[in-house]
Every structure is written in structure tokens, then in C-alpha cells.
């Protein structure tokens, strides 16, 4: 069976959670399944083996539960993007537009170095609202965009559409059309 069969069967979808109208992937029964949460890490580290990538950015919170394992499987550096508040060093900050009000996401200023190529990850792409703004926090430090991956792509939302600007893939494990 296919990744993108086995993970669908592991995707639990909520309907109407956390409100009317969205239906949740739930990726908790991934992370229960040691296998399967292996060939998640292995086909994401497969992806960004030829993109010369020097470190690997995770998004706050679901970003970090594959993405701390793909940084240790590639000896790359995990940086972590996470949300305002959180982060006790010096930080730099982007805000950005929710469906009802606005989140800002920051990262520790010295955590990427100009020049170095980054992948950016998190579990699911819906809108791309969160990973544009982990890319203009990387971009803002002199890092490059080598490639977005993510686990699960809502891809009838559209979002890879609103991150081309970086020029760079978008790559993803299981799309929903
Ligand atoms: P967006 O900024 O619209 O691309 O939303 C992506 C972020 O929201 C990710 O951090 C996801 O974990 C979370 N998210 C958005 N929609 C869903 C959904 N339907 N199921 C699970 N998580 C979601």
C-alpha cells in the first residue's frame, strides 16, 4: 500500500471541529503508529535530500512532532517558529490575518544564518497563511526558502498557490482534493 493510502487510512477527520464548517485532520493516530510515523520521516528526508538544505524549520505545535525527528535524520539544525510569547530570547516577528483576527508567529533572531537554505514544515497546509509567515521570518533573517513540506496538503484550499512567490516547492505526504 501506498504512503498516501496507508496515512489517509490514519487521518482521523473531525467534522465541524474546532467550528462549524472545518473539518479537523486529526494526525494523532500518525503519531501512534511507530511505522508509519518512521515512513512520514523517511519520505519528508527523501524529499529534501537533493535540495542542499542546511536546516530545518518547524512550525508551532505540530510542526515540531516530525520535524525535530527529520532534522535528527538528515544532522540538520531544528529551528523552531513559534507563537508570540513563547520564545525567551531575542525575537523578530510576523503578524498575519486569520479568518476572525490576526496571529503572530516569531523566531529567535540568531537562528538561521543569511544564505542558509531552509526547509519549512508543518503538519498540514490549509490556507498557507502559516507557513508564509515562518517564510517571511526566515527571509527576514537572510535565510532561503529550499522547499515547504508538509504531511497533509487541503490542496482544494489553494495554499501552495499563495507560497510560489518564494520559488519554491511544495511538497506533501497526502493531498485532500
Ligand atoms: P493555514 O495557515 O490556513 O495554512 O493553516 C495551517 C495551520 O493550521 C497548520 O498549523 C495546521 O496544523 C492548522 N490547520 C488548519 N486547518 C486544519 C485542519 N482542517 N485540520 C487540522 N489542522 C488544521
Do not use: W
Request: aromatic share 8%.
Amino acid at each position: 500500500m501506498s504512503i498516501e493510502d496507508l496515512l489517509k487510512q490514519h487521518v482521523h477527520e473531525i467534522r465541524d471541529f474546532p467550528k462549524p464548517g472545518i473539518s479537523f485532520k486529526d494526525i494523532t493516530p500518525i503519531l501512534a503508529n511507530p511505522e508509519l510515523s518512521k515512513m512520514v520521516v523517511t519520505a519528508l528526508a527523501e524529499h529534501a535530500k537533493s535540495l542542499n538544505v542546511d536546516a530545518i524549520v518547524g512550525i508551532d505545535s505540530r510542526g515540531f512532532l516530525f520535524g525535530a525527528s527529520l532534522a535528527r535524520l538528515l544532522d540538520l539544525p531544528f529551528v523552531v517558529v513559534r507563537k508570540k510569547g513563547k520564545l525567551p530570547g531575542e525575537t523578530i516577528a510576523h503578524s498575519y490575518d486569520l479568518e476572525y483576527g490576526s496571529a503572530t508567529l516569531e523566531i529567535h533572531r540568531n537562528a538561521i544564518q543569511p544564505g542558509q537554505r531552509v526547509l519549512i514544515h508543518d503538519d498540514l497546509l490549509a490556507t498557507g497563511g502559516t507557513a508564509k509567515a515562518a517564510a517571511e521570518l526566515v527571509q527576514q533573517l537572510g535565510g532561503e526558502i529550499a522547499t515547504f513540506a508538509f504531511v497533509i496538503d487541503l490542496a482544494f484550499l489553494n495554499g501552495s498557490a499563495s507560497l510560489q512567490s518564494y520559488r519554491a516547492s511544495c511538497f506533501s505526504l497526502l493531498r485532500y482534493d
